[in-house]
């Protein structure tokens, strides 16, 4: 059954880079409760306590918002094929923007898109697997290519723009800080 550790140990990291899909959950100390579900190839196990993740433009700007006042996060993962499980790792957060010195250092690591808008790196502490003996089994088919075209078709000012329309203010109606 279920056990917790404090480190990502290679099998561990092996069933993280084998998934198509994680999800992300953050929270203010008030307010609602934000899970996004994230796939494309967005996420890099950086060692034992730490892997970071590319975030890109979408409807709302939550997980950027949240970590600024508690920088909580935890990230999911589910086995929708094979053996069964789920993982979840637990630890504090913060981002990076294209225009902080980390991006730089980061930003190469994963595939050109161009609404990426922030690499989230998050400190694990807590590394926590559960049976998922009742998660279904589901096929996957292939990645959604929506995202990428409409961002490719909104050019670099279009995406600055969208952000500067939609993704500033959180829905609770607090600064993203996407432009600070």
Same mark, same amino acid.
């Given at each position: ?6 480190? +990502? &140990? ?14 992300? !959950?953050?929270?203010?100390?008030? !307010?609602?409760?934000?899970?996004? /579900?994230? !796939? ?21 700007? &939550?997980?950027?918002?949240?970590? %600024? ?8 993962? =589910?086995?929708? *094929?094979? #053996?069964?499980?789920?993982? @979840?790792?637990?630890?504090?957060? #913060?981002? $990076?923007? /294209? @225009?902080?010195?980390?991006?730089? *250092? ?10 990426? @808008? ?12 559960? =049976? ?7 096929? $996957? %088919? ?10 490719? #078709? ?9 952000? %500067? ?12 800080? +996407?432009?600070?």
């Amino acid at each position: 059954m279920g056990k917790q550790t404090d480190r +990502i &140990e290679p099998e561990i990291k092996t069933f993280i880079e084998n998934q198509k899909i994680f999800f992300v !959950g953050t929270a203010m100390t008030s !307010g609602i409760v934000n899970i996004s /579900p994230k !796939g494309m190839d967005s996420l890099r196990v950086l060692g034992p306590n730490r892997v970071i993740w590319l975030n890109v433009t979408g409807s709302g700007n &939550e997980t950027a918002t949240h970590i %600024q006042e508690s920088n909580r996060m935890t990230i999911m993962f =589910c086995a929708f *094929e094979g #053996k069964p499980l789920i993982l @979840r790792l637990y630890g504090k957060a #913060k981002s $990076y923007h /294209p @225009r902080d010195i980390e991006w730089n *250092e980061y930003i190469d690591l994963f595939p050109k898109y161009t609404g990426a @808008r922030q690499i989230f790196d998050l400190e694990v502490n807590i590394v926590q697997t559960s =049976c998922g003996m009742a998660v279904p089994f589901m096929d $996957y %088919q292939s990645e959604r290519e929506e995202l990428n075209t409409w961002a490719d #078709k909104q050019g670099e000012s279009g995406i600055n723009k969208y952000w %500067q329309n939609k993704n500033t203010v959180s829905f609770d109606g607090h600064p993203t800080g +996407i432009f600070e």
